[in-house]
């Protein structure tokens, strides 16, 4: 057993604190976020300089053959910053994505382009309705002599408005909730048929709420099996959970530094608040609590990448409990303990509060995290 | 012992009933009840409504201009104003600064400022905390110099809590630095367009514009605005502190919003069921109703209780800015997904355009981070267990 990350991880870890704590400055990020865009382009260019587009595809595809560990690394460090650019979105969950279940083809046309920086992908999964029933499909793909006619409504689309293609879940058999009969298919941001609204989020990032009125698709932009597409998008999810995981642990750990200097320097009643002892016990709290995110990221990270299902789920339900439960409590009380302040659209902590809360409602909240591993114990008793 | 209302208590919360169900304006029960922007037109017009009914200040003596309601009564009319979605009235002038200067106000300062504030007429804000003085609220140290008929007010309030609109400010300002801070505080009302005073926003976590800087240069402020005696402030302070806390108890709106998440609940989807089958968050609300009406009985129990609230208003202040915190929390939970949109347009009434998810799920994450302060403000909850301890428990 070694916790330790390899020498080349540390060495990204270095740079990319680097990277957020000199260049990714807080007010040019409330310029680009301001400014609707989603994305800077010159942060994305240098994020493709680094390496950190293709660090997780194959190196046949232009990537550095790098793992979910990496990423873990990767994600804390843009926790940290509150980086907002379509790293998840684009590299994480539609990266993974064709890695894990494009064909030599599909691969060999989208990797290279995400590794440069030039393509953004998402993936258009959820929809009105569903919670966060992952089979939860009504969106269908029927044959239309060799192409297929995609029409429904998928909502929550992380970065679908900045993508140019989106990876779509339909139904080609089967009944709504049904595991079975889901396929997924690469669709042109342009194509005909689709509509596209791009919303702000709360925390700096883009959705999209994204309809399909018989979308016209060729056979060749199917991805995997017909039919057989639901353990792909879990194990995209699952790498996205992952991903997510760390990024809420990079975001905890800034949210304790930044609320440790404000208690030690913040002075009422003639001392310093952080020698009273009530904050002294939330602040250890909240430290206790992020140690045991980070443990449960690094387990996440661990299991996202392997095919026992079953195993690969547990860990990243588990992850994403204790992970979204953390980020609540360390969010609330970083706020609480910066006082007014806290609650002032100018405090790094009021931001990355907002990004703990999010990333708890993002592919399942913690009540829901629960009820999978809950549900998970019952059948293996049963 | 009877926890039941009387036959005259619900009669009378028959004619609340009617009187809301016929004159609160539809637009302004639908923007009180899809949670939008707040609006200042639409406080002023509620509260003159509510004036010309007679019933402009629940809470006072009819020989103020009130309606002389008992506390039940005045309850009973707070719970059914909130389930009709009517604006919550300004408490900064009707709760907090009037109770202030019935008490400790000469005739002449009643006569002045009372019935501005029962019409609606005068906007009131609060003057306490400052940048350095926010828990320590005694260390605060705007100052105050008399010179002949005026005091001269310099220095700069904060967290001012719809200060853009008012017309007066309560202040608490430094008139001596002789002994305890405590001893040093006096209690001046000051006209806002007043030479010398400005207000700057604040923008708050979830962008919206609440709250207020506000500075004071060189401020002439008449020395008949000081009430009571000066540098006897802080026995005035603590006062209107008592009156906040029990009205941040918040009853009614909380129950307006329970009933609300209740029905939300059976609104959104969970796939092919409807939330409220979820047993986790079932579980959850019914947790939070149950507290909720242990809330609404402590409340009752501490206001028909004749030695008044003491410190024991402590109590309401945390059990109900942590219940209402977790009302807004469970109303953002149950949009999941579609609450992470943040569409600051579709916050006014006249709003078409796209939204993500129902039209509950569009204000949730934002009234979520803005209850955030309800723990925070009015004395943290941290401040507050500390007066439990102290001045209840004797620690």
């Known amino acids: 057993m070694n916790f330790d990350l390899t020498e080349e991880q540390q060495m990204l870890n270095d740079s990319l604190r680097r990277f957020v704590t000199n260049e990714y400055c807080f007010e040019k990020r409330g310029e680009m976020i301001s400014s609707g865009a989603g994305i800077d382009k010159a942060t994305w260019e240098n994020f493709a300089e680094m390496g950190l587009l293709g660090f997780t595809f194959p190196e046949d595809y232009d990537g550095l053959g790098g793992n979910a560990i990496d990423t873990l690394v990767v994600m804390e460090n843009f926790g940290r910053g509150l980086v907002v650019e379509p790293y998840l979105a684009t590299v994480v969950l539609a990266g993974g994505l064709i890695r894990d279940a494009g064909n030599e083809a599909q691969k060999a046309d989208i990797l290279p382009g995400i590794t440069s920086g030039e393509r953004l992908l998402a993936l258009a999964h959820n929809e009105p309705g569903a919670r966060y029933n992952l089979s939860y499909v009504q969106t269908t793909a029927r044959k239309d002599g060799v192409d297929f006619l995609i029409s429904g409504q998928k909502t929550a689309v992380l970065h679908g408005g900045q993508a140019n293609q989106l990876i779509v879940s339909a139904r080609t058999s089967g009944n709504v909730n049904d595991e079975s009969g889901l396929s997924l298919f690469l669709v042109d941001r342009n194509a005909k048929g689709v509509t596209v609204d791009d919303f702000a989020t709360h925390d700096g990032h883009r959705t999209a709420e994204i309809s399909f009125n018989n979308v016209s698709v060729s056979a060749d932009n199917l991805i995997g099996s017909m039919d057989k597409a639901f353990p792909t998008i879990e194990k995209a999810v699952d790498l996205g959970i992952a991903a997510l995981c760390a990024e809420a642990v990079g975001a905890m750990e800034a949210m304790n530094a930044a609320t440790l200097e404000y208690i030690k320097t913040r002075k009422q009643f003639g001392t310093p608040i952080g020698k009273f002892q009530v904050l002294q016990h939330r602040m250890a709290d909240m430290f206790i609590q992020t140690e045991q995110a980070k443990t449960m990221a690094i387990l996440a990270a661990s299991e996202a990448d392997s095919d026992d299902r079953a195993s690969r789920r547990e860990a990243i339900s588990m992850a994403k409990t204790l992970v979204g439960q953390a980020a609540r409590y360390v969010g609330q009380q970083g706020v609480q303990l910066h006082g007014g302040m806290g609650v002032t659209d100018e405090m790094f902590a009021a931001h990355l509060f907002k990004r703990l809360t999010l990333i708890n409602l993002l592919f399942g909240d913690a009540d829901h995290h629960l009820a999978q591993v809950s549900d998970g114990l019952l059948a293996r008793t049963a | ?395």
């Open chain 2, 1 to 395: 012992m009877d926890l039941n209302y009387t036959p005259e208590q619900e009669a009378f919360r028959a004619e609340v009933r009617q009187f809301l169900d016929e004159n609160l304006p539809d637009d302004i029960r639908e923007r009180v009840q899809k949670r939008l922007r707040p609006d200042k037109a639409m406080t002023e017009r509620w509260q003159k409504i509510l004036f010309d009914k007679g019933w402009g200040a629940s809470t006072w003596s009819k020989e103020f201009g009130g309606t002389g309601w008992d506390p039940i009564q005045q309850i009973i009319f707070e719970e059914e104003c909130a389930l009709a979605g009517a604006p919550r009235q300004l408490d900064f002038g009707l709760r907090m600064v009037a109770p202030v200067i019935m008490t400790f106000g000469n005739d002449e300062q009643k006569q002045r400022f009372l019935p501005g504030i029962v019409s609606g007429e005068d906007w009131w804000c609060q003057g306490y905390s400052e940048p350095g003085a926010g828990s320590d609220l005694a260390s605060l140290r705007t100052s105050a110099k008399r010179e002949g008929e005026h005091y001269i007010v310099n220095g700069q309030k904060t967290w001012t809590t719809l200060g853009q609109h008012a017309d007066w400010i309560f202040c608490l300002v430094r008139t001596s630095t002789e002994g305890k801070t405590q001893q040093g505080i006096s209690f001046l009302l000051i006209d806002m367009n007043t030479p010398g005073i400005e207000v700057r926003p604040i923008i708050m976590l979830d962008g919206e514009h609440e709250i207020n800087e506000v500075y004071f240069d060189n401020v002439k402020v008449p020395a008949e605005n000081l009430i009571g005696e000066e540098n006897q402030g802080w026995t005035y302070a603590k006062f209107l502190l008592g009156h906040e806390r029990t009205g941040l108890a918040n009853v009614g709106q909380w129950k307006a919003a329970m009933k609300r998440l209740k029905e939300v609940a059976r609104e959104e989807q969970d796939g092919q069921r409807p939330l409220i089958e979820n047993t986790r968050f079932r579980d959850r609300l019914a947790q939070l109703d149950a507290e909720l009406r242990a809330l609404e009985l402590t409340v009752l129990r501490v206001l028909t209780d004749k030695r008044g609230p003491g410190p024991q208003a402590s109590i309401l202040k945390i059990r109900g800015t942590e219940i209402g915190q977790q009302l807004f929390e469970m109303l953002m939970e149950a949009g999941g997904q579609d609450a992470i949109a943040y569409i600051p347009e579709a916050l006014e009434l006249d709003y078409n355009g796209p939204r993500v998810g129902s039209a509950d799920a569009t204000p949730a994450a934002g009234d979520y981070f803005n209850m955030r302060k309800l723990s925070i403000f009015g004395g943290s909850n941290e401040i507050q267990r500390n007066i439990i301890a102290q001045l209840v428990l004797g620690l």
